[in-house]
Every structure is written in C-alpha cells, then in structure tokens.
C-alpha cells in the first residue's frame, strides 16, 4: 500500500467516525425527548393528555423563539446575549402603552418589535466593530433595565379598558397562537440560515472570523444581520408575553436570559460558533420545558426541579462537547 | 520614580473615573460616607476578585454568583455548629466544588463560559435543595453579633474580605503559581509549551474563584444571619461590572488585583452614593450599564489608535525602506 492510499484511507476513516458522531449529535436530544415523553406517558398520572403537551408547547414557544433568534449570534460566533430579560421587558411595556394609546393591538406589535429592533441594531453595531458581546449586552441590559425602570417608575403597566391579550388567547384548532408563531418563526429561521447567502455568511463568519473576512465577507454586516435576527425574536417574544400577563413590569422575566441560554446549548449549538442550528436550539427548548414539566406534574418541589435540571444541561453539554471532540479529531 | 509612574499610567483612566465619581457623590450628597459603603460592599469586592482571576487565566467563571448564593446557605444551614465554624465549612466547600469545577474544565477541554453556564443552574438547584425552597434564618440571633465588631470602619468580617484580596494579588503578583496564571491567560499554547501545567492553573484559578465566591456568600449571610435561595443573583452582573470597569481583559492575561479593587470601589461608590440620594435601585444599575459601556467603548478607541498609529509606523518604515 502506497503512502496516499494509506491516508485517502485514513481520512475516509475519519470522515466516517465524523458522520457517525454528526449523526449521534443531531438524533441524541429528538430520541431524548421521546424517551421522556414515553416514559412519562407511562408513569406519570395526566401526562398523556392534550392540555398538557400544549401546555408543554405553549412555556416552549417564548423561550424557543428568543432561542432560535440568538442561535444566529452564536453561530456568527460571536457567543450570546445576556441582555435578553431587559430588551424583551422593554419591548413588552412599549407593546401595553402603545396599545394602551391607540387601542389597536396590531400597530402596538409592529412598534414593539421595531423597538427591540432598534435596540438590537444599535448592540450589534457594536459589537460588528469588534467588541466582546458578552460585555456589550450586559452593559445594555443594565441601561436598557434601568431605562425602563424609570419610565414605568418601577410599577406594573397593565393596560385598561382595551384588549391586548389576543396575540396570547387566539387559538386555531384548541392550539394558541404562540405555538404557531414558534413553529413559523423557527422554520423561517432555518430555512434563512441554511438557504440563504445571509446564513451561509453567518455560519462561515462563525467557523472563522479571518478566513471570512479575507473572502470578502463583512463581519460587521453580518453580525448586525444576526443581531437583526436576534432582536425581532425578542420583539415577538415580549409581545406574546404581555399579551398572555396583560401586565409588565420592570423586575419581571428575571430567568429568560438563562433559560434561553441554556436552551441553545442543550439543543448542541457551539459557542465558539459556526456549527448549530435553529432547530437544534428549539428542540433545547422543548426539551427543557418538558422536563420541567413532567416534574411539575410529579409534584416535585420548585427546589429540586431547578436541581435536576441543572444536572441535565452540565450533562448534555458535556456530552455533546465530547461527541463534537470525537468528530473533529 | 518611573515604576510609580508607570504605575499610575497603568490605572490612570480608573484612577480619573473613581475621583470623577466621588466628587459627584460629594456634591451630590454632601453627608455621603465612603467607608460606609466600602464596608457595605466587601462581598461583592470579594466575589470580582474571584472572578477577575479566571478571567486573568483566560477563563470565565459565571457560576460564581450562585456559588455564592450556595455556600450562605450552606453557612447558614450548618450554624448550629456555631457560625464561625459553618462558614469556614462553606468556604472550603466552595474551595473544593471550584477545584472540582476546574479540574473538569481541563479533563474535558470545553469552555468554561459553556460549562459554568450549566453549573451556574446547578448550583442554584443545589442552593434550593439546602434552603428546602424558602428562606433560612440562623437559630441564634447573638451568633451574628461576632462579625460586627468594628476595627476602625471596618467589621472584622470585611477585614477578612480585604485580606483575602490582597493575599491574591500577592498569589497573583509574586507567586509561580500566579504568575502561571498570567501565562495561561495571555498565550495559552505558548505557555503551555513552555511548561506550564494547564491543568493544575484551570485547578487553581478556578478553586481561587469558587473560594472567592463563597467566601463573598457566607459574608453576606453570616453578617445578615440569613440566606435566601434566589438571592445574590445580581452579583454576577456587578462583580463583572467591577472587573471589566477597573481594566481587566476578557481576553485574559491583563489585569491586576489592584485593577479590580479600583473597579470595585467604582461600582461600590457608585450604588452608595445612589442609596445615599435616595433615589431607587434601577438608577445606580442604569449609570453601571453606561459606565461599563463607555469603558469598553474608549478601551476599543485607544487599542484602535495605537494599532493605527502602529500600522503608520510600519508603513512608513517600507517606505523608507523601499
């Protein structure tokens, strides 16, 4: 055997253990979640019923939208937002005022998310010069929650006299609105990061700044489009929230940036960017309101519940670093 | 002389930010008392400077802030063993889940901001376990009175505090093992083809940080001689306020302690001279936000000017060159 035949072999070797971890990496957490719907299907009282999974999918969809849009950060490599709970918490008191104002449900929306828009263009652009993120979208969530804060003087903004709930109660077919939105916007969100020259520049950003950069792609234009992404997220996510409290506050969704966080990265997207997808941070999410859901209904205590599912995201991470490591050795 | 200077040089842009805040303060609020709001504020100096080391290591600790919240449980579940002596438990607690924490860092190769996300949520679940979901008081109420004995301004506890601090930045300054950690942080591959043991730094850095951390929680709870499963949670944000507003890099290998306690008592002045005025809580954490925004922002327009200047330099040599 020649030298080239033994590393054409080799390589096929390789590319094959790849395509077997790749395959593992992508199926672990759809059969998990099957596993625990099976499972619990089967030992746990109530589980098995229509209220509950659409109760499973409605916590899913605000945590799972707002996952989907910061994937497009993380795959631009540029690591996560830990801004989320203040930009989402502004955007929901401009939806109630606005709303409170013109007593159109539809416009308060459209100025809503433009609003998180706005606020994520101006994080990104930052960030597009070359600033650590983690820094920048802690900074701005502090500005941004003491901005609010002052505005509504630290009291809950509830709307009155108008109705705003529906973009949280309309229901097709027994199902909330909020779920479709979850599943619409996660389709449309794959479909751009793998169909589109937006998402391929993403995605090459992520793998290799400077590799990118020499190619002629902009790092700054492309991570303001992943910014883009992120903050309409947070405008739909904040909508659907204030519609379903029909209140707001300041001091309110203290856990989302984590959950959301953690959503992507049970879902098996890299921090250091370039490999991930949308789905993958959806079924996080799902996955995480599952669980927590079947030990809702086990009637295990609030404590306990926060424990296990601190044991299942340092597992899964681990897990899917090793099953990563193995695949690019 | 020039080493002074050089010193100066290094804090100046801090050094210029903390007198710019105490002299608003003052004339703000004449009655406003500086050592009453170090005193206040020691735990969350001691919580940044754990979190400044895995940052000078090159690695981010975000579950320090619930390691916090977990070892004033602890402190204050064991209290019947007398206080002093569940601190000291909670604290080598900390110490030791921090080693635990850093030696599976290295093992597994991951990133430490993915791994301590997940630990952060463990941690905070662990905190509940030992709380049982509400919060816990110290049977004793005298217990608490040990740790407000004052020497000068300070209670012995702050004391404690401080020398943890400066011990760090005597580790940090003047030991190998520190030193290794300058390293580790700076250029990780050189360092560690020069000898460094990676593992061993990941270990200390990060048993440095869950001591820190716990050490911050059980100040907390044995002065207020109680602890609550959510609480301590805003000390992630201010603690890393703190850090990065006195100058230490995320990137690593830059920073002192000295850049810490100078971002510490920035922050700490600012939220006392906000608690002085009187005015609410989201203000303070508004002017950190803009503080910390501003910081970076004139850290990234000095770096971008020196490089540019650089490039000239380097330009003009090919030219001359040529």
Request: aromatic share 8%; hydrophobic share 55%.
């Amino acid at each position: 055997m020649t030298i080239t035949e033994k590393i054409s072999l080799r390589l096929q070797d390789q590319s094959g253990l790849r395509r077997r971890t790749d395959t593992i990496r992508t199926w672990a957490l759809p059969i998990l979640i099957v596993l625990v719907f099976v499972l619990a299907s089967a030992f746990v009282p109530e589980f098995f019923k229509f209220e509950t999974i659409r109760s499973i999918l409605l916590l899913t969809s605000i945590t799972g939208i707002v996952a989907v849009g910061m994937t497009a950060i993380t795959l631009s490599g540029n690591l996560f937002s830990l801004g989320v709970t203040a930009s989402a918490v502004f955007s929901g008191v401009i939806y109630i005022w606005v709303g409170q104002g013109t007593g159109n449900m539809f416009i308060a929306a459209a100025v809503a998310i433009v609003a998180a828009v706005v606020i994520g263009l101006i994080q990104g652009f930052i960030v597009g010069l070359g600033l650590n993120t983690v820094i920048v979208t802690l900074a701005a969530g502090s500005i941004i929650y003491g901005l609010t804060a002052i505005l509504t003087k630290g009291e809950v903004v509830q709307a009155q006299g108008v109705s705003l709930e529906g973009f949280g109660t309309f229901q097709i077919f027994g199902i909330p609105l909020p779920i479709y939105i979850f599943v619409i916007f996660t389709a449309v969100a794959w479909f751009l990061t793998e169909h589109t020259l937006i998402g391929r520049n993403v995605h090459l950003l992520g793998s290799n700044k400077n590799t990118a950069r020499s190619s002629g792609i902009s790092p700054m234009g492309t991570t303001i489009w992943a910014f883009t992404a992120f903050s309409l997220s947070i405008g739909i996510a904040a909508v659907l929230q204030a519609s379903q409290m029909h209140q707001i506050q300041a001091d309110n969704l203290p856990g989302l940036t984590m959950d959301v966080v953690a959503a992507v990265l049970v879902g098996g997207t890299a921090v250091t960017g370039g490999d991930g997808s949308p789905i993958k941070s959806a079924i996080g999410a799902l996955f995480i309101a599952t669980i927590t859901q079947v030990m809702v209904l086990m009637s295990i205590p609030e404590g306990q519940r926060y424990f296990v599912l601190g044991v299942v995201v340092v597992a899964l991470v681990v897990v899917l670093h090793l099953l990563r490591k193995a695949g690019t050795r | 002389m020039s080493s002074v200077g050089a010193w100066f040089k290094t804090y100046l842009l801090q050094i210029i930010v903390l007198i710019l805040v105490l002299v608003s303060m003052y004339g703000l609020n004449p009655n406003f008392h500086v050592e009453s709001s170090i005193e206040r504020l020691i735990p969350l100096g001691v919580i940044a400077a754990g979190l400044a080391v895995t940052m000078i290591a090159g690695e981010f600790d975000l579950s320090i802030a619930s390691m916090a919240a977990f070892s004033g449980a602890v402190a204050v579940a064991l209290s019947g063993l007398g206080l002093l002596v569940s601190v000291i438990i909670a604290i080598v607690v900390g110490i030791l889940l921090g080693m635990l924490q850093g030696w599976a860092i290295a093992k597994l190769g991951i990133n430490s901001l993915v791994f301590t996300v997940g630990t952060l949520i463990l941690l905070r679940g662990m905190t509940w376990l030992v709380c049982n979901g509400l919060a816990i008081r110290v049977d004793d109420i005298t217990a608490t009175d040990m740790f407000k004995v004052k020497i000068g301004f300070l209670t012995s506890l702050s004391i404690a505090g401080l020398v943890v601090i400066i011990g760090l930045g005597i580790f940090l300054s003047r030991t190998r093992w520190g030193r290794e950690l300058y390293a580790l942080g700076g250029g990780r591959h050189e360092a560690i083809a020069a000898g460094v043991r990676y593992n061993r730094g990941m270990i200390v850095a990060f048993g440095i940080s869950g001591g820190c951390g716990a050490l911050g929680g059980a100040l907390v709870s044995a002065k207020g001689g109680s602890a609550d499963p959510s609480a301590l949670g805003v000390m992630l944000v201010a603690a890393l306020s703190a850090v990065l507003v006195g100058g230490i890099s995320l990137a690593g290998g830059r920073g002192t302690m000295v850049s810490a306690f100078l971002g510490f008592a920035i922050i700490a002045m600012l939220s006392a001279g906000r608690a002085g005025l009187g005015t609410k809580a989201f203000v303070s954490e508004l002017f950190i936000g803009l503080l910390l925004l501003v910081v970076v922002l004139f850290d990234y327009f000095l770096s971008f000017v020196s490089e540019r200047d650089r490039r000239n330099k380097l330009r003009k040599l090919a030219a001359a060159a040529a």
